[in-house]
């Protein structure tokens, strides 16, 4: 394993575009084939919901080229990221036990879109708060 | 463990991002070795001795 490696170097920033261009053409694929033409997640079809969903992908991966021109990512930096990853895991383990406790004493009834966007934003969060702690430990 | 990176760099003039840019890391990984919070692989800790223009790795890195 190298000390380190630069991220945000041309062909990655190519590959987040290609993966960005995919997902709206994805969406609109959805469109014209009529694929989940009803409502979802507050938006008109499906479809709508994924081209909109690979435009700000996009727009995320042009703010990181414009923003942050090359970036290194060393060893240091992977071990934290491995432990908070450990610990997000860990975390999310009891959050989903407790969540199926609390339905077996009060059902909780919610979409499953809303249930997976909460989710990965739980995930998100939790990696983000965990990094910075075990960040200021090592 | 207990290294002599600040020392060596001083006498080298050379700043924690200098150090960091030769060996390919991040000025907090360098800040986290010289702190002693931060182990290194063998291989960072062979870069930094050779950035550092010491012979044995025993020069900068100390086990405690």
């Known amino acids: 394993m190298p000390v380190s490696q630069k991220v945000n170097t041309g062909n990655r920033i190519k590959t987040k575009y290609a993966a960005a261009i995919t997902i709206i053409l994805i969406g609109v694929a959805f469109q014209i084939f009529e694929i989940g033409g009803n409502e979802f997640a507050g938006f008109p079809s499906l479809g709508i919901w994924i081209i909109v969903t690979g435009f700000i992908a996009a727009s995320i991966v042009s703010i990181t080229a414009i923003s942050k021109k090359e970036k290194i990512i060393d060893e240091r930096m992977e071990h934290i990221g491995y432990k908070a990853s450990r610990v997000t895991t860990l975390i999310l383990i009891l959050t989903l036990f407790l969540t199926m406790v609390i339905d077996g004493i009060q059902q909780i009834t919610v979409r499953y879109y809303l249930f997976a966007s909460f989710l990965v934003m739980f995930y998100i969060l939790t990696y983000m708060v965990s990094y910075k702690i075990i960040e200021k430990n090592n | ?64």
């Open chain 2, 1 to 64: 463990m207990q290294t002599k990176i600040a020392e060596c760099r001083k006498t080298l003039e050379m700043t924690q991002q200098d150090l960091a840019d030769i060996v390919e890391v991040t000025r907090q990984t360098i800040i986290s070795l010289e702190k002693g919070k931060y182990n290194p692989s063998l291989e960072l800790a062979y870069r930094i001795t050779k950035a550092l223009k010491k012979r044995h790795i025993e020069d900068v890195f100390l086990l405690q």
